[in-house]
């Protein structure tokens, strides 16, 4: 079993200018996925792709919206919203006040990603080597 607390996360914890991500489960855990708390600072916008990865969102504190760039189409995010970008959508991510979400994501992020300019993890081997951008 594993167990972790909120200080344990912080410990993993990435810090960016728009957005601060606390990795709870990692790829090293066993999991299959990785799940994190990510906090979107207020008056933040964040255009991303993820390429390599799949991710389920679920908003549950504040309040944000999300803008679908590939399908098309925007929905307001709230406490109880869950968003599942099952089809590499790229997308824009945005709170005016700040908004708190548990992500998820397939497959399991290895730790030290941070995005690249195209708003994209790369995918990485376990010991952090990158596989493909």
């Known amino acids: 079993m594993i167990i972790r607390t909120h200080e344990d996360a912080q410990n993993d914890a990435v810090d960016e200018e728009k957005w601060i991500s606390?990795?709870?489960?990692?790829?090293a855990d066993g999991m299959g996925h990785s799940l994190h708390e990510t906090y979107i600072k207020p008056g933040k916008q964040l255009h991303m792709w993820y390429k390599n990865h799949k991710?389920?969102?679920?908003?549950?504190?504040?309040?944000?919206q999300i803008e679908d760039l590939t399908e098309g189409g925007k929905w307001d995010l709230k406490p109880g919203v869950l968003y599942a970008l099952d089809k590499h959508q790229q997308h824009i991510l945005s709170s005016e006040k700040g908004m708190t979400v548990i992500c998820a994501f397939s497959p399991a992020l290895v730790g030290p990603e941070d995005h690249d300019e195209q708003g994209s993890y790369p995918l990485l081997d376990d010991d952090g080597t990158v596989l493909q951008r």
Not at 22 to 27: A, G, N, V
Not at 56 to 62: A, F, K, P, S, W
């Open 22 to 27: 606390r990795r709870y489960t990692l790829r």
């Open 55 to 64: 991710e389920t969102v679920l908003c549950i504190e504040g309040e944000g």
